[in-house]
């Protein structure tokens, strides 16, 4: 276990570059990626191909990239004051939303700005409930394995026997 | 001090400590008011994000070496509710479940994640009178279970039925509950299991105070999906696990008839001839074994001195 732990540790910032490495170039004008693999919880699960350019042929910039696309935002927070902002240089997600996030113990308030941006989701909160909550309204897959297959630690964390067939969601 | 007390010595003054109270007036319990730490930590658990993928029973059960459970982790049988309705509990092979619930009105149902909630001012702490429990600096209620008796006060006094004991144990009785890993990760900093392995940001921690200020924000800007309330800011003298949610507390489980009072006040009087009993029972005990040995002594004495008077 703890080793397990170490090498989480040492292969985390490798991940973090490897998902860094994605540099979705900004504005709708630029060509955006065919496909994005998100592999970050590598340890419990295989990677995640995300199909990029089925999502972009049904959706706006916006509706996932809140207001960092210069498409204009979605999101009635946003619109405050993201309304007209231009487009960013690197608008991947984990660009905004760090891989982890753990308030400070002793910090009583979290970021400089103590008005806006205090709330933000880390990577893996703010992909799922980005994918899971629009997948919820759209009719999209909603179990986790329908877009997560287990590695083998990933079958023993979850106590499935290694020979079972992997349960319904 | 106490990591001297042993099963013996706690069971004696636990004797002694009835004996007293039929002589003596309870005090209050200076010994057991507890400071509230202001940088303390708490995870605020938002039901309304809540999916009920139980990742965070499946981390707990991997971070706290509990035993493999009879189904897998991915099993959504377990939501279903027992013969009478009853749902799942925290219990010596789980210290944290996750239920489901279909309130009213609502299309979808919601999830809630029960474990301890770790008082500020926790009723197990107070009413453990050989003092097995600590609340840390950190948040934690954490305790000693080389300390406890098993005398399972404790499981009666949790407002939230949390504290379980190893059955299967009836000699070495050990308490279990959830520690906020506070020896693996809390003490370093670091979040709990549960919360690093939930994917949706269902919970969330950090300082209690900045999680106040977060929930209350979420109310502010999304007032229709959230109910105007923190569970748990207030409940028995507020709790480091705060709670907010979209349907009333009561409809998802939560005991709303909590007063907000910490439940140490009730018990304080009680409490008050604990330390008493645990200094003076020594000099009491030594007091009627003198008694005894003596009228025994006394009769022997007497024994021999009766022919001596004829
Ligand atoms: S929830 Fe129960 S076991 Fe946990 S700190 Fe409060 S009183 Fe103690
Ligand atoms: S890990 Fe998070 S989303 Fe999943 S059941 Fe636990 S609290 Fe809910």
Redesign the interface.
């Known amino acids: 276990?703890k080793a397990l732990w170490k090498i989480v540790k040492v292969f985390f910032p490798v991940i973090m570059i490897c998902y860094c490495v994605f540099p979705v170039k900004g504005m709708c004008g630029q060509e955006p990626p065919e496909s994005v693999v998100l592999s970050y919880l590598h340890k419990l699960y295989k990677p995640v191909h995300f199909d990029h350019q089925v999502h972009t042929e049904m959706y706006d910039c916006c509706s996932c990239h809140h207001h960092t696309t210069g498409d204009g935002t979605a999101k009635a927070?946003c619109k405050k004051c993201h309304s007209d902002s231009a487009a960013l240089e690197n608008v991947s997600c984990s660009s905004c939303h760090q891989f982890?996030?753990?308030?400070?113990?002793?910090?009583?308030?979290?970021v400089a700005d103590p008005l806006y941006h205090?709330?933000k989701?880390?990577l893996?909160?703010?992909l799922?409930?980005q994918c899971?909550g629009c997948h919820?309204t759209e009719d999209g897959p909603?179990g986790?394995?329908e877009c997560h297959e287990f590695t083998p630690a990933g079958r023993t964390?979850?106590?499935?026997?290694n020979e079972?067939l992997?349960?319904?969601? | 001090m106490f990591t001297k007390t042993s099963r013996r010595t706690v069971l004696k003054s636990g004797l002694t400590g009835a004996l007293a109270t039929l002589f003596m007036r309870a005090k209050s319990a200076e010994s057991h008011s507890i400071k509230k730490y202001p940088d303390s930590s708490g995870v605020l658990v938002d039901l309304t994000r809540c999916v009920g993928c139980r990742s965070c029973e499946a981390a707990c059960n991997a971070e706290q070496n509990l035993p493999e459970p009879e189904l897998p982790f991915t099993d959504k049988s377990v939501f279903d509710e027992g013969e009478h309705g009853q749902k799942r509990r925290t219990d010596e092979t789980r210290y944290t479940v996750v239920n489901r619930y279909e309130p009213e009105g609502l299309d979808h149902p919601l999830f809630r994640k029960v474990q301890c909630n770790h008082c500020q001012e926790p009723a197990c702490l107070s009413s453990c009178f050989v003092n097995a429990y600590t609340k840390t600096p950190e948040g934690a209620v954490i305790y000693d279970p080389d300390i406890c008796v098993g005398c399972r006060t404790c499981m009666i006094a949790c407002p939230f039925y949390i504290p379980t004991f190893k059955y299967s144990s009836a000699f070495h009785p050990r308490i279990l509950k959830c520690i906020f890993c506070y020896d693996t990760r809390l003490k370093y900093g670091r979040e709990p299991a549960c919360v690093e392995a939930c994917p949706q940001d269902a919970l969330l921690f950090g300082s209690r105070d900045t999680l106040i200020k977060i929930g209350r924000r979420r109310i502010e800007e999304k007032g229709d999906r959230y109910v105007d309330h923190i569970y748990g800011e207030y409940e028995a003298g507020g709790t480091s696990w705060l709670y907010l949610s979209s349907v009333p507390f009561e409809e998802v489980g939560f005991n709303t008839d909590i007063s907000d009072e910490p439940i140490l006040d009730s018990v304080k009087n009680f409490l008050g001839i604990v330390p008493m009993v645990l200094t003076i029972w020594p000099a009491l005990f030594t007091g009627f074994h003198l008694l005894a040995t003596r009228k025994e002594k006394g009769v022997e004495d007497q024994n021999i001195h009766v022919p001596e008077d004829k």
């Open positions: 276990m927070g982890k996030k753990t308030v400070e113990i002793t910090q009583s308030v979290p205090i709330d989701p880390d893996k909160g703010a799922h409930l899971l919820q909603t986790c394995q964390r979850f106590a499935l026997k079972e992997q349960r319904r969601d």
